[in-house]
């Protein structure tokens, strides 16, 4: 079993940065794939970025790349999700994910293959 934490969601105006953070605990491993999803309000799950277990491979989707970067440190087993220049319609609560197979990081992009997620938290982003 593997048991994901995320933190660090909260509000923020347009153009702000804010960095989510994505703890495991449990059977973890460095081999573990890991994905970032959102919920928008009335909305479903949508894939957001995604890293390979040994950080080398990454992903996004492309309304976020140039704004996020997903990133990792296997000492501390946590996923990282650094977001910059937010926008209103970043506004979602943020999931974090794992993937138990090794698979590129594109491969990652669909919610079927996760695993294991965490409970959410919120980001809100204002105009």
């Known amino acids: 079993q593997v048991r994901l934490v995320e933190s660090g969601g909260g509000l923020v105006q347009t153009g702000g940065s804010l960095r989510l953070d994505c703890a495991a605990s449990?059977?973890?491993?460095?081999?573990?794939?890991m994905g970032w999803f959102r919920r928008a309000p009335g909305k479903e799950r949508d894939f957001v970025a995604a890293?390979?277990?040994?950080?080398?491979?990454?992903y996004y989707v492309d309304s976020v790349k140039d704004r996020f970067t997903i990133s990792r440190d296997n000492a501390k087993n946590t996923v990282y999700l650094e977001m910059n220049n937010l926008r209103p319609e970043d506004t979602a609560i943020y999931y974090c994910a794992a993937d138990v197979q090794l698979r590129p990081a594109q491969a990652m992009a669909s919610i079927r293959v996760y695993d294991y997620w965490g409970q959410g938290t919120q980001v809100t982003v204002s105009s």
């Open positions: 449990g059977r973890t491993s460095s081999r573990l794939g």
């Open positions: 890293i390979t277990g040994d950080g080398a491979d990454t």
